[in-house]
Nanobody, 124 residues
Framework: QVQLVESGGGLVQAGGSLRLSCAVS????????MGWFRQDPGKEREFVAS????????YYGDSVKGRFTISRDNAKNTVYLQMNSLKPEDTAVYYC?????????????????WGQGTQVTVSS
């Protein structure tokens, strides 16, 4: 099994920044992908960003390109999401997830393990 623990959410004014962290423990895999998704009540889960652990290749959703940056720390088994220039529409619960087979990186259905989520609220 894989355990994911997110942290770093909170309340911030529009234009501000937050950094989310996701610590990964349990089984390790040779070619896995770490992703961030977000979800507002009543809406579908939206892809935010992902990173291939071995190569470091990154992917971003259109709504966050140029504002968010995903990164990893191999030694700490932690993935980060640096969020800058935040907007009220970024308000959501943010989830960290693991895709253990490595095929695909941007669809929620490709990820098997999920964290509990952390709330991000951006005030106008």
């Amino acid at each position: 099994q894989v355990q994911l623990v997110e942290s770093g959410g909170g309340l911030v004014q529009a234009g501000g920044s937050l950094r989310l962290s996701c610590a990964v423990s349990g089984r390790t895999f040779s070619n896995y992908v770490m992703g961030w998704f977000r979800q507002d009540p009543g809406k579908e889960r939206e892809f935010v960003a992902s990173i291939r652990w071995s190569s470091g290749r990154t992917y971003y959703g259109d709504s966050v390109k140029g504002r968010f940056t995903i990164s990893r720390d191999n030694a700490k088994n932690t993935v980060y999401l640096q969020m800058n220039s935040l907007k009220p529409e970024d308000t959501a619960v943010y989830y960290c997830a693991v895709n253990t087979h490595g095929s695909g990186a941007t669809y929620a259905r490709e990820y098997e393990f999920w964290g509990q989520g952390t709330q991000v609220t951006v005030s106008s």
